[in-house]
């Protein structure tokens, strides 16, 4: 049997590894110890699943593939945020990124290699989409960020974020079928609640993630409150626009009663003048979001624009307080190595890093 044929053993269920081993005439709770080593102790090789006899491991290597990601390369800011460019078994890159503060590790992880989407403050939209992630590499991309936040700070992962390469609603199966296995006992065990989705604004899937009754929180990248100023530096806004957008997070609410937030970049001479921060008002009084995160853009060579400096910023934050919007302002972590919000691209092909 030629590799081409061989199956991802990590795209077989637990109930599926039970019928193979019983027709193969092996004992079924060999299924189990596979199983867990697939989930839980992150075997990277059938040769690592020691508990199995040579000749089952033989089998199952003639049967199955067992691609996994690997760390290809790794970054240490300043700051002390660390990114990874991981590669995929086919040989494409993607980057994810490990941000520790005092009481938080968290990962920033990617749904696709490149994006199809196109905004035209992030370097990853620069980028062509190769191909979505698979489940199981999401899975990786956390497993292995937690095994640098236990090495470099000895602490495990509290947080997750899909805010790295791609748009998680367009990988919507994949980025699902990740979010369970991380969050089963027979995977990581995390809550769902210590993951946010975050999303360009596809309404459509954000309905379905309410008919879907997730568990998560989800996060909008508004970055402008009014339809013109979104359709020039996001052109998804021109197909799903601000109040499409406000009727399908008021849907998602109704359905789960989970954290929204909104995301908003401060651009100079563009969404950052007091009308702006009065139009973000208005549409943060018509849903039902816990927080508004202002954040400091950061500058990469394709785009125009430059961040306000400190005075329009406080001005701008000053206003949302006063008309009782809960915003935050997010300082940007890892610049110097671009790992912050909008510089993910794969820089790292053309720049030393530090071998994994």
């Given amino acids: 049997m030629i590799a081409a044929q061989l199956q991802n053993i990590r795209h077989l269920e637990l109930p599926e590894l039970e019928k193979f081993f019983t027709e193969m005439g092996e004992q079924k709770f060999r299924a189990k110890q596979v199983y867990e080593w697939l989930w839980q102790k992150h075997a990277h090789t059938f040769a690592d699943m020691t508990n199995l006899s040579k000749e089952l491991r ?34 494409h890159l993607v980057e994810g990124v490990l941000i520790p503060t005092d009481s938080r590790q968290t990962a920033c992880v990617s749904s696709q290699i490149g994006c199809s989407l196109s905004c035209k403050f992030c370097a990853t939209g620069y980028m062509d989409r190769k191909r979505n992630l698979n489940y199981d590499e ?14 470099v700070y000895n602490k495990k992962l509290s947080n997750i974020v899909f805010m790295g390469m791609g748009e998680p609603l367009l990988n919507y199966s994949n980025v699902m079928k990740a979010i369970e296995k991380i969050s089963s006992p027979e995977g990581l065990g ?11 604004g596809v309404a459509k899937m954000i309905r379905k993630m309410g008919d879907d009754k997730v568990r998560f929180k989800l996060a909008l990248s508004l970055h402008a409150a009014n339809d013109a100023k979104r359709n020039e530096i996001m052109p998804i806004n021109e197909t799903n626009n601000i109040k499409v957008l406000i009727e399908a997070l008021n849907y998602f609410y109704r359905q789960t009663k989970n954290e929204i937030t909104f995301e908003y970049i401060l651009f100079k001479d563009l969404n950052d003048s007091q009308k702006d921060a009065d139009e973000l ?8 979001a816990d927080l508004v995160n202002i954040i400091e853009y950061n500058p990469i060579d394709a785009f125009q624009f430059s961040k306000p400096d400190e005075e329009r910023v406080q001005h701008f934050m000053q206003y949302l307080e006063a008309n009782k919007v809960n915003a935050h302002l997010r300082r940007s972590r890892g610049k110097d190595i671009d790992a912050a919000c909008g510089q993910l691209a794969n820089k790292g092909d053309n720049q030393a890093l530090q071998p994994a």
Wanted: a positive charge.
């Fill in 281 to 288: 008002v208005k549409i943060y009084r018509q849903v039902p």
């Fill in 138 to 151: 999401i899975y990786d991309e956390v497993v292995l960020i937690n095994e640098q936040a236990e090495k």
């Fill in 190 to 200: 995390m809550s769902p609640r210590r993951i946010t989705v975050s999303t360009a």
């Fill in 58 to 91: 033989q089998k199952l290597g003639d049967r199955f593939t067992l691609p996994a990601l690997t760390v290809d390369a790794t970054q240490y800011s300043e700051d002390g945020t660390v990114k990874s460019r991981f590669r995929t078994h086919d040989g």
